[in-house]
């Protein structure tokens, strides 16, 4: 059996690409189908990878020594801060109203997003555990001296959150531009 779990799996199991082979990615966006809603949701995607390897690039100059320790504390909780907000959004608004609307048209694309959503509570628990971390970085010095417990758990949540991106995208789009429900 196929690893499902978010942080075991290496690609999307086929029988949860239920639409991807009909719509292959280098065709998304030359769809008529495909709008400005498709491409905002697949810019925030980007974001997030762009944020997760930034964190990363941090961590790894406080350990390099490239960063001196206030100005670590200050990016790692600025950059922080604004990942998992915007995160928390952006999730929300897929559990809450993308997910259940695209999902109901297919009973296929449905369990592909009952393991997007099982994504999600597995990344829910890295970002408590990413800030538990954060809550005990009082001054930079105690944050630096965290730097690498940080930049492991940034490694990780990374993983997860590059995989999880590349297969929502990979059920969420072309079931989209099948159903035409991406406004």
Known sequence: ML????????????????????????????????NKFSEFWLQRHQMFRELGGHLIQLSQSMLDRNIDEREYQRQLFRFSEFTLQQLHTHHMMEDTYFFPEIGSKDVRVGR???????????????????????????????????????????CEFNKALLRHLDDEEEIIVPAALHFGYIR
């Open 112 to 154: 592909a997003i009952e393991l997007l959503e099982s994504d999600h509570v597995e990344i829910e628990k890295l970002i408590n555990h990413y800030t538990s971390i954060l809550t005990d970085c009082l001054t930079p010095i105690e944050t630096s001296a965290r730097a690498n417990s940080l930049l492991n758990l940034q």
């Open 3 to 34: 690893e499902m779990r978010l942080l075991h799996r290496s690609s999307l199991p086929s029988e949860l690409k239920t639409f991807l082979l009909k719509y292959p990615r280098p065709d998304w966006d030359t769809h008529p189908s495909f």
